[in-house]
T-cell receptor, first 114, second 114 residues
Framework: QQPVQSPQAVILREGEDAVINCSSSKALYSVHWYRQKHGEAPVFLMILLKGGEQKGHEKISASFNEKKQQSSLYLTASQLSYSGTYFCGTEANAGGTSYGKLTFGQGTILTVHP | DAGVIQSPRHEVTEMGQEVTLRCKPISGHDYLFWYRQTMMRGLELLIYFNNNVPIDDSGMPEDRFSAKMPNASFSTLKIQPSEPRDSAVYFC???FGAGPYEQYFGPGTRLTVT
């Protein structure tokens, strides 16, 4: 089942902050965040694992609430280059074993204006 | 290092024709994923391989779709016969290890079936 992202779209001015949320009905092993610019491939931003471990770019921050199966991506002091569609990909908790099988949300379109 | 390579980048074909999409993963990566992206269904995982062996093909929509990975540096996704509803962008991604490792996406193949 596809995770649900909110909001569907966000419009910002440079320097403003935004939060993108991802919610799943399944128990999760990990949450992955990707950004995709128009006509390009998705690019990795961050992975959050149950237990609190995170891997990703230093300038990106995110959280993972294991009890609620929710993750949030925090974009602070936005830049024009942050524009794009943000996807969360969730991996269900298969008894503690991870295989990289991701189910992606429908995406959140972020537009940053000068 | 070269990233994930996909060919062709664009394919236009007529309904009923066979289509073969190709992917070369990043050298040393042992997982390979095939995704399909459409406006209606978003980014969907079709099948993935570990060490050239198909692990999960539950996302393959129909028997018309098949995928192979004859060696560590090459994979194909074949559609036969193709239908207009197969029109989408098909991405190949690879990772070193499963689960909590980032997936590197190729540039995608935009398939149009008329």
């Amino acid at each position: 089942q596809q995770p649900v992202q909110s909001p569907q779209a966000v419009i910002l001015r440079e320097g403003e902050d935004a939060v993108i949320n991802c919610s799943s009905s399944k128990a999760l092993y990990s949450v992955h965040w990707y950004r995709q610019k128009h006509g390009e491939a998705p690019v990795f931003l961050m992975i959050l694992l149950k237990g609190g471990e995170q891997k990703g770019h230093e300038k990106i921050s995110a959280s993972f609430n294991e009890k609620k199966q929710q993750s949030s991506l925090y974009l602070t002091a936005s830049q024009l280059s942050y524009s794009g569609t943000y996807f969360c990909g969730t991996e269900a908790n298969a008894g503690g074993t991870s295989y990289g099988k991701l189910t992606f949300g429908q995406g959140t379109i972020l537009t940053v204006h000068p | 290092d070269a990233g994930v390579i996909q060919s062709p980048r664009h394919e236009v074909t007529e309904m009923g024709q066979e289509v073969t999409l190709r992917c070369k993963p990043i050298s040393g990566h042992d997982y390979l994923f095939w995704y399909r992206q459409t406006m209606m269904r978003g980014l969907e995982l079709l099948i993935y391989f570990n060490n050239n062996v198909p692990i999960d093909d539950s996302g393959m929509p129909e028997d018309r779709f098949s995928a192979k990975m004859p060696n560590a540096s090459f994979s194909t996704l074949k559609i036969q016969p193709s239908e207009p509803r197969d029109s989408a962008v098909y991405f190949c991604a690879s990772s070193f290890g499963a689960g909590p490792y980032e997936q590197y996406f190729g540039p995608g193949t935009r398939l149009t079936v008329t």
